[in-house]
């Protein structure tokens, strides 16, 4: 009884190989090519990230950091001389600026080469090229900083707004608005603006709903406390 139970075993064991040759005979090609393909794929996802990414970024941000100090200057002391923001633009060899054009150009898929796209947006809005300013502002991407992100929006209302295309403009200063929660002080400012704006244009009903947000979510911000935000409310029929 034992023996015939070990037979039944080892034909069962016989079985189960020839089954797992006939299943290599058959799928072998198969699983060769798919086996490679992820081994290709993941050689070259690690030899571009550190042969070509890493490398790209610590090179980037190397360059832009002397344009990038430039432009911080002047939007601390909101001075944006023309030649200097040419410089920060362009850059100057001998002075040993790389411009932010070339940056962006060459490392764009940088982290650095982003930032360098809402540096040039802010540039050319200066130089009053809104154009311009529209398509690299366009082309950066906060990557969930909704602080920059939201001055980003701020700044295409103010292309949009130069250029009288106000819907637009009113779109991305409610954008500005509305992404910024994180930090009130930006959020009730963004907010106060696009109520501001809404408001010129005679859309009252925008006005109001946007005077109201920051009433109800913001009452501790300055345009509220000071009255501002009542006083613009009143003036457009609202009563406390």
């Known amino acids: 009884m034992a023996d015939k139970q070990v037979k039944a075993e080892q034909l069962d064991a016989s079985e189960i190989v020839e089954k797992a040759k006939g299943f290599w005979v058959a799928y ?25 990414t890493i490398p790209n970024e610590k090179k980037a941000n190397d360059l832009i950091f002397p344009a990038e100090k430039l432009f911080g200057l002047m939007a601390a002391s909101s001075s944006y001389n023309k030649d200097t923001v040419n410089l920060v633009l362009n850059g100057d060899k001998a002075a040993g600026i790389t411009g932010l054009l070339k940056i962006a150009s060459s490392l764009g898929s940088t982290m650095s080469g982003n930032r360098a796209q809402y ?14 300013a529209i398509s690299h502002l366009k082309d950066f991407d906060g990557n969930d900083a909704t602080q920059i992100q939201s001055k980003c929006y701020v700044l295409l209302g103010h292309a949009y707004a130069e250029q009288k295309k106000t819907e637009e403009a009113l779109e991305y200063y409610k954008k ?41 979510k913001y009452p501790a911000s300055q345009r509220v406390s000071s009255g501002d935000v009542d006083k613009y409310l009143g003036s457009l029929g609202v009563t406390k």
């Open 119 to 132: 540096m040039i947006g802010a540039c050319y809005l200066q130089l009053k090229q809104f154009d311009k």
């Open 176 to 216: 500005a608005g509305t992404i910024s929660d994180l930090d009130e002080g930006m959020a009730s400012e963004a907010l106060y603006m696009a109520g501001r704006y809404a408001e010129a244009l005679g859309k009252t009903k925008d006005a109001i709903d946007l005077f109201q947000n920051l009433k109800d």
């Open 28 to 52: 072998s090609k198969k699983i060769i090519i798919i086996g490679s393909a992820v081994i290709i794929l993941l050689g070259s996802y690690l030899g571009y990230k550190y042969l070509v």
